[in-house]
């Protein structure tokens, strides 16, 4: 800011005005989703949360946490809808598996929604073959569950 002496450098003269990210509000579940234990679950076992919503925007985003997820194990049904399976953003072993908590991100149907409750029925899957690690038990865990909308 007006110093031109010869060799002098003063960083704090760069400005940065974006990206200008859009806001969001998020909708937070009523509960953590456990279905797992030291041991084995069994496949089918499900369990409900709900997510109250106050809108619904025209991309809403569902993001959360899975423990040891594995492919095609974690089931998804939103408001009786049909299920779909939930992945990670990846998989910490052979494509296949991971042994702790991983973030994933799902692009919902605005049509899957409805203002006011919300059900996520979550289900175990079948156990892939690839998955035969020590603790690959049959079941996850799901935490920081959020409906994100614009």
Excluded: M
Aim: net charge negative; hydrophobic share 30%; with cysteine.
């Amino acid at each position: 800011d007006g110093n031109a002496d010869t060799y002098t450098f003063h960083w704090d003269n760069i400005r940065f005005d974006g990206p200008v990210v859009e806001p969001y509000q998020t909708y937070q579940a009523s509960d953590v989703v456990y279905l797992q234990r030291n041991g084995d679950r069994t496949v089918g076992e499900s369990e409900t949360v709900t997510i109250d919503l106050d809108e619904i925007g025209d991309s809403p985003v569902l993001f959360g946490q899975i423990h040891q997820p594995k492919k095609g194990h974690v089931l998804l049904s939103i408001n009786g809808g049909p299920q779909f399976e939930v992945e990670p953003y990846e998989y910490e072993r052979a494509d296949c598996a991971s042994d702790h908590w991983t973030s994933f991100r799902v692009e919902l149907d605005p049509a899957q929604l409805q203002i006011g409750e919300n059900e996520l029925t979550w289900t175990i899957g079948p156990k892939p073959d690839c998955a035969t690690g020590p603790i690959d038990w049959t079941g996850f865990s799901v935490k920081f569950l959020q409906i994100q909308t614009d």
